[in-house]
Structure formats: structure tokens, C-alpha cells
């Protein structure tokens, strides 16, 4: 069993920031993949920034260069620095983790509300 905690999110005015921390626990094999997926009202869970094992980044287009996804391998805890933040980007954001022992593993935090007021 995999626990993922998220932490850092909130109410921020449009053009400021936040991070997002999100920390995994438990029976935890090979990671390759940890990331922020969001869901705003009515809309579909989308991917918003994840990394992989290897260190590599991949952003929604809508975050790029506002967005940074980074990690803490001794910790297993993958961070999300938000920057400039819109009205648009308010959502609930969810921790995702995959991990590998013979099939692939996909854990979801609880979610965190990211709300940015214009």
C-alpha cells in the first residue's frame, strides 16, 4: 500500500504563487514516474507537470514557463513551484506516482485546492 500526502495548496491572487508537495510512503518499488495532474469543475483530469525516474520533464502547455516540477529521491517527494498564477489554473491538484515490480502501479493522492482570485 502507497500513501501519497500533498501539501501547499490555497487561495492566491492571479500573478502570484504557490508549491505543492506531495509525499510518498509505504510498499514503494521502482518508481518511474511522479507528477500533478489537475481536474477544474466539469472538466476532465489532465496532466499538468510530471518527471520520470530519469529526471526527465514533461508540462502541459498551458504551465510552460510558469510551472517547475522537481523532486526529492531520498524523500520521494515530488514538488510543483507554480509562478504567475491565473484564474484558469484554479483546480484540484493530484499527486501521482507509478511504480514498477514486474506491472506498473499508479497511486493518487487525496488532492489539494489550488484556488487563484482575480
Known amino acids: 500500500q502507497v500513501q501519497l500526502v500533498e501539501s501547499g495548496g490555497g487561495l492566491v491572487q492571479a500573478g502570484g504563487s504557490l508549491r505543492l508537495s506531495c509525499a510518498a510512503s509505504?510498499?514503494?518499488?521502482?518508481?518511474?514516474?511522479m507528477g500533478w495532474y489537475r481536474q477544474a469543475p466539469g472538466k476532465q483530469r489532465e496532466l499538468v507537470a510530471g518527471?520520470?525516474?530519469?529526471?526527465?520533464?514533461n508540462y502541459a502547455d498551458s504551465v510552460k514557463g510558469r510551472f517547475t516540477v522537481s523532486r526529492d529521491t531520498a524523500k520521494n517527494t515530488v514538488y510543483l513551484q507554480m509562478n504567475s498564477l491565473r484564474p484558469e489554473d484554479t483546480a484540484v491538484y493530484y499527486c501521482?506516482?507509478?511504480?514498477?515490480?514486474?506491472?506498473?502501479?499508479?497511486?493518487w493522492g487525496q488532492g489539494t485546492q489550488v484556488t487563484v482570485s482575480s
Open positions: 501521482n506516482l507509478v511504480h514498477v515490480i514486474g506491472t506498473a502501479y499508479n497511486s
Open positions: 518527471i520520470s525516474s530519469g529526471g526527465s520533464t
Open positions: 509505504g510498499r514503494i518499488f521502482r518508481i518511474t514516474f
